[in-house]
C-alpha cells in the first residue's frame, strides 16, 4: 500500500494563483512607488527566470547576460521612437516583442561563440563578451546614446480601447501579461526534449555526447532561447523607464542578474521568481536604508553558496518537505529562538557596520548618528563596546540555538526517511 | 611615426605585458591546480596596492614591496581554507560563485577602509626619475642613461623619448617571478609535491602528503602574486577602488586565449596584449585611412560610417576582447591549450 507522501498542488491551482496574484497586487499595493516596483518586479522575474534557463537548467554560469536584455532594451526604444514618428506601424503592446527578437537575433551572433565552451571557460568568455558590449556602447553613441542614454514615449502610437500606455498601473499589467506568459513558456521549454537534454548537458555531457547529441549544439539553442527571454524583459524595461542607458548592458546588471537568481534558488523552477522580486527590493528600498547595502549583499551571498547553495527556494522545500510529515510544529520552537538569536547578532554586526560606514562617509555631519533608533557615537568607545558586547552575546546565543536547532532537524529527516522507507515498503 | 616612438612603445607595452603576466600566473596556477577559477583574483591584487600604500606611508615602498604579498596571500589562504573548501564539494560553479561573491565584499572593504577616491601611492624616490632617454636627432638614434641630457631642452629637431625606471624595475620584478616561480615548480621538492597533487591527488595522499594544504598553499601562493603585482601595478598606475575591475576581466581575456592552464600561454599573450595594447592607443588611425588609400569614396553619409571612423586608439580598451573571441572562433583551445572543453 504506498501512499502519496506530499501531495502535489494541482497545476492549475498553481498557474492559477499566479495569475491572480499578478492581477491583484497593485490593488494591495496602491502607492505609486509600489506600483513601480511592481512593474519592476515583473520585468525582473522576466529577465532572472531567463537567466536561469542557462545557469539552473543548462549550468552555464554567464557573467554577461545583461547584454541580452540591454540589447534588446535598445532596440525596443528606437523600434518606440520609429512608432512615435510613424515610421513603424505597430502597437507599442508589441515593442518588447521587437526587443525579444534582437535579444534573439544578439543571442544567436554571441552565443556561437559562447557557447563553443562550458563550465569555467564559458564564464570567463561571458565575462569577456560582456566587457566588449559595454565597452562598444560608451563607443557608439549615434545607437547608444552615449553618457545620457536613450529616451521615448510610451504614449506614441494609436491607443488600443482607450489603453495609452500613459498611466503606470496600464503599464503594469502589460507587465503582467508578458510576464505570465513568459513564465508559462519558459516553463513549458524545461519539458519540452530541448528542455531535457539541457538538464543532461548539464548533469552529464559526456553521456550525451556519446549518445549522438552535440552538447555544443543544445548549449547554443538554450543560448537563444534564454536571449529570447532577456531580450522581452529589456524590452518591457525600455517601455516601463522610457529610457535605455548605456549600463544596462553593463557588469553591475549582470552581476545583479546572476546574484539575485543564485539567492532565489537555481535548482527549483520558481526559485529566480523570488530572486527576482529580492532583487527589486534590495535595488530599491536596502539602498535607500543604509548605505553598506553592497556588503551586506556581498555576505549574504557568501553564506548562502556555502551554507545553503540551493537558494531561497530549496528552504522552503526542505520546509514544505517536514510540513507534509506534520512535524513542521516541532520545529517551531528551535525556530524562533533561532530567530531571536541571529536577530541580536545581527544588531551588534549591523551597528559595527554602520559605525564604520558612517565615519568613513558622513564625516561632515559629525559622529552621531541613529541606528535602529538608538543614538550613537561612532567615536565613542561606549557605543564600539556596547556593539560588540550585543554582538558577542548574539554570537554566542546563535551558536547555542544552532546546535539545539540542528540536532532537531537531523532526527526529523532521519524520521522521515525511515517513514518514506517504510511507506515504500508493502 | 618615427623608431623612438616604436622603442619606447615596444617597451611600454612589455611593460604592461608582463604586469598582466605577473597577474595571470597567479591565476593560471590556481586554476590548473585546482580548477577553480578565481573570480577575486583582481581583488587581491587591488588589496595588494592598497596594503603596500598603508605599509609605504608607514615604513616605506620596499617594506611595502615585501610585507604586502605574505599578507594578502596569508588571507587568500585563510579563505581558502575557510569558505572556498567548504563549497569544494558541490561543484565547480559554487567555487566560481562564493569567489565573485567576495569580489563583491573586498570591493566595498577596500571602499570602506581607503575611501572611495585614488590614493596616493606612488613608487620610492630612487625610481621616479626616468631610466634612460632616447634621443631621436633626425633619424640619427642617441640614448643617454638616467636624466635627460643638456641637448633635449631647447634644440628644437630633437625629439626626446624618456622610459621611467620604475618601469624597468616592475619588468625585472616579473621577469625575477617568472624565473623563480618555474625554478620552484620544477626544481624543488614542494614544486613536485604540488604537481603530483595536481595530477595524482589520491596517490600523493596516500603518500602521505597533505593535499588540502598543498591546494591552499598554492592558493595563497597565488593571491600573493597578484598581490606583487598589485604593488608595482597601484604605484605604476592609480591606486582606486575600480582598479579590480579594469583589470580583471582582461586577465581573464588571457588566460583563455593563452590557453586555460597553460603558464607559457599565459605569457605569450600577456604580452601580445601588452605590445597590441600600447601600439594601439598611440595610433589616431580608423578604417577609414585604409579606404583612403584603396581609393574608395566614404563620406558622412554612406553605411556603417560610426564604424568606419573610429580610431585605433578607441578600441584599444576593447581589443583584448575581439582577440579572444578572433581566438575561439578560430582555435579554441587556445594559443597553447592542449585540450578543448
Same mark, same amino acid.
Given at each position: ?26 490593488? #494591495? ?34 557573467? +554577461? ?19 512615435? /514618428? ?11 516583442? &521587437? +526587443? ?38 560608451? *563607443? ?12 521615448? /514615449? ?22 503582467? &501579461? ?24 548539464? /548533469?552529464?555531457?559526456?553521456? &550525451? ?69 529580492? *532583487? ?17 549583499? +556581498?555576505?549574504?551571498? #557568501? ?11 530549496? #528552504? ?48 561632515? &555631519? ?30 554566542? #546565543? ?5 546546535? =539545539?536547532?540542528? =540536532? ?19 | ?57 608607514? @615604513? ?10 605574505? @599578507? ?61 632617454? @632616447? @634621443? ?30 620604475? $618601469? ?162 578560430? $582555435? ?10
Amino acid at each position: 500500500m504506498t501512499r502519496k507522501l506530499i501531495q502535489r498542488p494541482s497545476r492549475w491551482l498553481v498557474w492559477g494563483g499566479y495569475a491572480l496574484l499578478l492581477l491583484v497586487a497593485p490593488l #494591495l499595493f496602491r502607492s505609486s512607488l509600489s506600483l513601480t516596483m511592481l512593474s519592476q518586479m515583473g520585468v525582473a522575474i522576466i529577465a532572472c527566470l531567463a537567466f536561469n534557463m542557462l545557469l539552473g537548467q543548462g549550468g552555464m554560469l554567464s557573467f +554577461g547576460h545583461a547584454v541580452y536584455s540591454g540589447l534588446g532594451g535598445f532596440f525596443a526604444i528606437h523600434a518606440l521612437n520609429m512608432v512615435s /514618428d510613424g515610421s513603424l506601424p505597430l502597437p507599442v503592446s508589441l515593442i518588447p516583442l &521587437v +526587443g525579444g527578437l534582437f535579444g534573439l537575433l544578439s543571442a544567436a551572433l554571441l552565443g556561437y561563440v559562447t557557447t563553443k565552451k562550458a563550465g569555467t571557460p564559458f564564464a570567463m568568455i561571458t565575462l569577456g563578451i560582456g566587457e566588449l558590449v559595454a565597452a562598444m556602447a560608451l *563607443m557608439f553613441p549615434g545607437f547608444f546614446g552615449g553618457e545620457g542614454g536613450i529616451s521615448g /514615449d510610451r504614449t506614441a502610437g494609436h491607443a488600443v480601447l482607450g489603453i495609452t500606455f500613459g498611466p503606470q498601473i496600464q503599464l503594469y499589467y502589460l507587465i503582467a &501579461v508578458y510576464c505570465f506568459f513568459c513564465t508559462a513558456l519558459m516553463f513549458a521549454f524545461t519539458r519540452t526534449p530541448l528542455g531535457r537534454m539541457l538538464n543532461a548537458v548539464r /548533469d552529464n555531457p559526456e553521456r &550525451v555526447e556519446f549518445i549522438g547529441y552535440s552538447t555544443q549544439h543544445v548549449r547554443f539553442l538554450a543560448f537563444m532561447a534564454s536571449g529570447l527571454f532577456m531580450g522581452i524583459a529589456g524590452g518591457l524595461g525600455a517601455l516601463n523607464f522610457e529610457i535605455v542607458t548605456s549600463e544596462v548592458v553593463g557588469a553591475a546588471r549582470s552581476g545583479a542578474y546572476l546574484l539575485f537568481t543564485f539567492l532565489g534558488g537555481a535548482m527549483f523552477f520558481f526559485g529566480p521568481i523570488i530572486g527576482a522580486v529580492l *532583487m527589486v527590493l534590495a535595488l530599491v528600498l536596502l539602498s535607500e536604508l543604509t548605505r553598506a547595502w553592497l556588503l551586506y549583499l +556581498g555576505l549574504i551571498f #557568501l553564506f548562502m553558496v556555502m551554507y545553503a547553495p540551493g537558494g531561497i527556494a530549496s #528552504l522552503i522545500m526542505m520546509n514544505l518537505r517536514v510540513a507534509a510529515h506534520r512535524k513542521l510544529r516541532r520545529l517551531g520552537g528551535p525556530y524562533l529562538a533561532l530567530a531571536a538569536a541571529s536577530c541580536v547578532m545581527l544588531a551588534g554586526a549591523g551597528a559595527m557596520i554602520e559605525m564604520v560606514y558612517h565615519l568613513q562617509l558622513n564625516q561632515a &555631519v559629525g559622529p552621531n548618528m541613529k541606528y535602529l533608533g538608538v543614538p550613537l557615537n561612532a567615536t565613542g568607545i561606549a557605543s564600539w563596546s556596547g556593539a560588540a558586547l550585543v554582538l558577542a552575546l548574539g554570537l554566542a #546565543l546563535f551558536e547555542f540555538t544552532r546546535r =539545539r536547532f540542528a =540536532r532537531c532537524w537531523n532526527t526529523i529527516q532521519d524520521e522521515i526517511e525511515t517513514e518514506s522507507k517504510q511507506g515504500a515498503a508493502p | 611615426m618615427d623608431v623612438s616612438y616604436y622603442l619606447i612603445s615596444l617597451l611600454n607595452g612589455l611593460s604592461v605585458g608582463l604586469l598582466l603576466f605577473m597577474l595571470a600566473s597567479g591565476l593560471t596556477l590556481i586554476f590548473s591546480m585546482m580548477g577553480v577559477l578565481n573570480f577575486a583574483h583582481a581583488s587581491f591584487y587591488m588589496l595588494g596596492a592598497y596594503v603596500a600604500y598603508t605599509i609605504s606611508a608607514v @615604513i616605506g615602498f620596499w617594506w611595502a614591496l615585501l610585507l604586502a604579498p605574505p @599578507i594578502v596571500g596569508a588571507l587568500g589562504a585563510a579563505f581558502e581554507r575557510y569558505a572556498l573548501r567548504r563549497v569544494h564539494k558541490f561543484g565547480h560553479v559554487p567555487e566560481l560563485l562564493i569567489t565573485f561573491g567576495l569580489s563583491y565584499i573586498v570591493l566595498e572593504v577596500v571602499g570602506l577602509v581607503w575611501g572611495r577616491q585614488s590614493v596616493n601611492f606612488r613608487p620610492p624616490e630612487s625610481l621616479r626619475g626616468p631610466l634612460f632617454t @632616447i @634621443i631621436d636627432h633626425v633619424g640619427s638614434l642617441g640614448f643617454a642613461w638616467g636624466e635627460p641630457p643638456a641637448e633635449c631642452k631647447g634644440v628644437a629637431n630633437v625629439i626626446c623619448t624618456q622610459f621611467p625606471s620604475f $618601469r624597468a624595475f616592475g619588468m625585472g620584478i616579473a621577469m625575477l617571478m617568472l624565473v623563480s616561480l618555474w625554478l620552484l615548480l620544477t626544481r624543488t621538492r614542494i614544486g613536485l609535491v604540488i604537481q603530483a597533487a595536481l595530477t595524482h591527488p589520491q596517490m600523493a595522499e596516500s603518500l602521505g602528503h597533505n593535499v588540502p594544504r598543498v591546494l591552499m598553499l598554492v592558493f595563497g601562493g597565488g593571491t600573493a602574486l597578484a598581490a606583487l603585482a598589485g604593488v608595482i601595478g597601484g604605484a605604476l598606475r592609480v591606486t582606486e577602488p575600480s582598479m579590480a575591475q579594469a583589470v580583471g576581466a582582461v586577465v581573464f581575456a588571457v588566460i583563455v586565449i593563452g590557453g586555460m592552464g597553460s603558464l607559457a600561454g599565459a605569457f605569450v599573450a600577456s604580452v601580445l596584449l601588452g605590445v597590441l595594447d600600447s601600439f594601439a592607443v598611440g595610433s589616431d588611425q580608423s578604417l577609414l585611412d585604409l579606404f583612403r588609400v584603396l581609393h574608395m569614396a566614404v563620406t558622412p553619409e554612406s553605411f556603417g560610417y560610426a564604424l568606419w571612423s573610429v580610431k585605433i586608439s578607441q578600441v584599444a580598451a576593447i581589443l583584448p576582447y575581439l582577440l579572444l573571441v578572433l581566438i575561439l572562433i578560430f $582555435r579554441p583551445k587556445g594559443l597553447f591549450g592542449t585540450r578543448e572543453g
